[in-house]
């Protein structure tokens, strides 16, 4: 069965603090992998990553996915109190529907 | 470009009724799928629909739960006969192809 986990499930930060997220993934048609944060509303959309030990940017945040070990990170450096959310990680397993499976979620708080 | 726009954003039912939920996707994108988000879980895929088109349900419950995508008209996922484990919020996501879609924000249902 396709299965994504993320760890750690919680963690609390104070401003100014470098953070990693992590999604382990298993899925038989891997297309790509997605980062989304939900705050109390929708999840807005981060990153999408196809390739693997290319690192994407925006800001403070970066990502980058390993294919042959089937993870990715989310790194945020510089940590604000606007960073605390779920942080959502999902795979698009599925060949060629566009259906994503996420995981648990990571659930980020920053003090300040 | 108004987005994904769901409506009711809270919508409160009683054991037994019937709960309709509405999604009107961004203009020009025919690709609509619907999540289901419990407390403390990550989304679950639901259903993926085109235009008049059901393309995967396979994340639908067997029983109580259906959607369509008519061809004028917002997507509607309906629940009957709600019970209490129904409550969840339920995302909407939008795209113009089978990927990079856009998410509402969000039909929060509880069931009394």
């Known amino acids: 069965e396709d299965k994504v986990v993320q760890s750690p499930l919680s963690l609390v930060v104070h401003e100014g603090d470098t953070v990693t997220l992590n999604c382990s993934y298993e899925v038989t048609n891997f297309r790509s992998l997605l980062w989304y944060k939900q705050e109390k509303k929708a999840p807005t959309f981060l990153f999408m990553l196809?390739?693997?030990?290319i690192e994407k940017k925006s800001g403070r945040l970066s990502s980058i996915l390993d294919k042959k070990e089937l993870f990715s990170i989310l790194n945020i450096t510089a940590t604000q109190t606007g960073d605390s959310a779920i942080y959502l990680c999902a795979v698009d397993g599925s060949g060629n529907t566009g259906k994503l499976i996420f995981g648990q979620g990571t659930t980020l708080q920053v003090k300040p | 470009n108004a987005g994904v726009m769901q409506n009711p954003r809270h919508l409160v039912r009683r054991r037994g009724q019937e709960a309709r939920l509405r999604c009107s996707p961004m203009?020009?994108?025919?690709?609509v799928y619907w999540y289901r988000q419990l407390p403390e879980e990550g989304l679950k895929f639901m259903v993926y629909l085109q235009k008049e088109n059901i393309i995967d349900e396979s994340g639908m419950p067997k029983e109580r739960f259906s959607a369509e995508f008519p061809k004028e008209g917002p997507s509607i996922l309906r629940i009957q006969q709600v019970v209490r484990g129904d409550s969840a919020a339920y995302f909407c996501?939008?795209?113009?192809?089978?990927?990079?879609?856009?998410f509402g924000s969000g039909t929060r249902l509880t069931v009394v």
């Open positions: 203009k020009g994108h025919s690709h």
């Open positions: 196809t390739s693997s030990g």
């Open positions: 996501a939008s795209s113009p192809a089978n990927y990079g879609y856009t």
